[in-house]
């Protein structure tokens, strides 16, 4: 990794670690922007600009006052609240379903929600510090730089990556944890709540950390990771030269792949005996599984995370080309697009893939054998 390449990398995720959205903020050209939906496509949210105010609209319908700016809105996991970053009078306020929530500050971050939906984190910045709050309530302050938040799943914890004096680092509930470094990415907890782990570099080489610990060796970069379900498994993809591979409790799976210009998220299967991911190459993308490419590859602009058959045989994953969802199972998209769409699931007996998706209003419901 050259020394222009890692200055590049650190301004770019550093506009990203302190929430500085500056696209969203001037003049804008059109009426609707920022679409998004819920997790599940059970709500939408955008922003609409008319006499010069930018508006919160949720299904619809119009959420609180207007505001000098808008940055596109965040809905809960549940679909039931919206939160946005707000501007006025050049002071910034996050609010939740119109309501502000805590105070003002001279910037602040997407909001974060919580997995069972009822809290919300943000970073906020007063003079040239900033402060990680939840629920409008400081949790721990005087940063020079912080990251998004991360709920743990039963949504009891906070954790997140800050800077302070040039060193980089994590917080979980307003307490340092161990061992500082170069840099650090946005921190992630365990299914049972009880590990984190993160991506942290020194020098021009980055690596796993879990509980304080690496996990692996070093790497030019590491695309992607997750937690078995069992949450005692650490699964990553690498890359050393030109070359990315599949980690899995710091030992490498399956073969390496040459010339990866993305690599989309890890997933397990239902027993975690299986792992899978999908990397582009060559503007095509390709499933890998236990660290073996299948054969066919499809062209997209953007995939989401895989899901995987019940035994780990088969994978399905959301994929979009020029703003429709398709879905594609093994490598072959199957028939149908869709404006909106739910999230992939298996059917109770664990035989069928299922999903719904919206195609001009109306909702249709697929079931397709594993």
Not at 315 to 329: G, N, Q, T
Request: aromatic residues 10%.
């Amino acid at each position: 990794m050259s020394h222009t390449y890692t200055r590049v990398l650190r301004l770019c995720l550093g506009a990203s670690l302190t929430g500085l959205l500056i696209a969203g903020c001037g003049e804008r050209e059109s009426e609707v922007r920022s679409r998004t939906a819920s997790p599940g496509g059970t709500a939408t949210a955008h922003v609409e600009r008319s006499g010069g105010k930018d508006h919160v609209v949720k299904d619809d319908r119009r959420v609180g006052d207007p505001h000098d700016v808008v940055i596109k809105p965040v809905l809960s996991p549940d679909g039931g609240s919206v939160a946005a970053a707000t501007q006025d009078d050049r002071r910034w306020t996050v609010t939740r379903d119109g309501e502000r929530v805590g105070g003002t500050y001279d910037l602040v971050q997407t909001p974060v929600f919580s997995p069972d939906s009822k809290s919300l984190a943000f970073g906020g910045k007063t003079g040239d510090k900033w402060a990680m709050y939840r629920d409008g309530k400081p949790v721990s302050g005087g940063y020079d730089r912080v990251g998004q938040p991360t709920f743990s799943p039963d949504g009891g914890s906070v954790a997140f990556n800050a800077e302070q004096s040039g060193r980089a680092f994590i917080v979980k509930d307003g307490q340092k944890l161990p061992g500082e470094y170069d840099f650090t990415w946005r921190p992630g907890f365990s299914g049972d709540n009880r590990s984190i782990a993160f991506v942290a570099s020194e020098g021009e080489r980055c690596f796993m950390v879990r509980d304080g610990q690496r996990v692996g060796g070093t790497y030019l970069r590491i695309w992607s990771w997750a937690f078995g379900p069992d949450s005692r498994s650490l699964a990553f993809v690498a890359m050393t030269g030109d070359d990315s591979f599949l980690m899995v409790d710091g030992r490498q799976v399956g073969s390496t792949f040459a010339g990866a210009e993305a690599v989309g998220r890890l997933a397990f299967s239902r027993d975690g005996a299986t792992v899978a991911f999908l990397f582009r190459k060559g503007g095509e993308w390709c499933t890998v599984r236990d660290g073996e490419a299948l054969a066919d590859r499809f062209e997209a602009d953007a995939v989401g995370v895989p899901l995987l058959s019940p035994n780990g045989g088969s994978v399905a994953v959301w994929a979009r080309s020029r703003d429709k969802w398709f879905v594609v199972k093994d490598g072959d998209p199957l028939s149908g697009t869709y404006d909106r769409r739910s999230r992939l699931t298996s059917s109770a007996d664990g035989a069928r893939l299922v999903f719904d998706g919206v195609q001009g209003g109306s909702t249709s419901r697929v079931e397709v054998p594993w």
